[in-house]
């Protein structure tokens, strides 16, 4: 069954923390990995996808099949990150399959 | 703005009526996408339409749900006889085709009371 687990409902780290946010996924295809993000009060909005091997916001997130792990990471944690970040996961035909979402808390 | 569109942004209903939400998607987007969010959880997937034709339903969408994309363009999505289980916030998402980025409306929020 195709599957996303976010394991945490809520970090809380302080500014200049580092920051992982943890998502497993399962699925037998060739997966394709996003993470979405939702500020308060606004839309969700795609933060980043593996295939583009982009860094977003100095967001990064490796794709792990061995581990079948895709996690978000950033060295230093800003305010303004404080969110919601989804885990996603997109296949064949191409509904996305979301986690449950952890709350990013960053203190100053 | 040319995001994705979605009217009404919250609605209140008393159980048994009926409601539709429409979307209007980015211009030129062949492919449109329903979820539905519930609190704690994240979105869950309804159905997708490449422009005019309904591709898949998802087991969640009973029958006393229906969505049409009549022209390719924007969609409806109307719930009959609605049971409080139904109270949800309602995604809309469009993308250029398959594979691309979906880009989703801010949400129609239902309390069904």
């Known amino acids: 069954a195709q599957r996303v687990t976010q394991p945490e409902k809520l970090l809380s780290v302080f500014k200049g923390a580092p920051v992982e946010l943890k998502c497993n996924y399962s699925?037998?295809?060739?997966?394709?990995l996003f993470w979405y993000v939702q500020y308060s009060r606004q839309r969700l909005q795609l933060l980043l996808r593996?295939?583009s091997r982009e860094s977003i916001k100095g967001f990064t997130a490796d794709l792990n099949k061995g581990e079948t792990s895709f996690h978000l990471k950033k060295p230093f944690a800003q305010e303004e990150d404080s969110a919601m970040y989804y885990c996603?996961?997109?296949?064949?035909?191409?509904?996305?399959?979301f986690g449950t979402g952890t709350l990013l808390a960053v203190q100053p | 703005d040319t995001g994705v569109s979605q009217d009404p942004r919250h609605k209140i209903t008393k159980r048994g009526q009926n409601v539709t939400f429409r979307c209007d998607p980015i211009?030129?987007?062949?492919?449109l996408y329903w979820y539905r969010q519930t609190l704690g959880q994240g979105p869950e997937f309804l159905t997708y339409?490449?422009?005019?034709?309904?591709?898949?339903k998802s087991r969640l969408l009973s029958d006393r749900f229906s969505a049409e994309r009549p022209k390719g363009s924007f969609s409806t999505l109307e719930i009959q006889r609605t049971e409080q289980g139904d109270s949800a916030m309602y995604l809309c998402?469009?993308?250029?085709?398959?594979?691309?980025?979906?880009?989703f409306g801010p949400g129609t929020r239902l309390t069904v009371l």
């Open positions: 339409f490449q422009n005019e034709a309904q591709l898949e």
């Open positions: 211009s030129e987007h062949n492919r």
């Open positions: 593996h295939i």
């Open positions: 996603a996961l997109g296949g064949a035909t191409n509904k996305l399959i």
């Open positions: 699925y037998s295809g060739s997966p394709e």
């Open positions: 998402a469009s993308s250029p085709g398959g594979g691309d980025t979906q880009y």
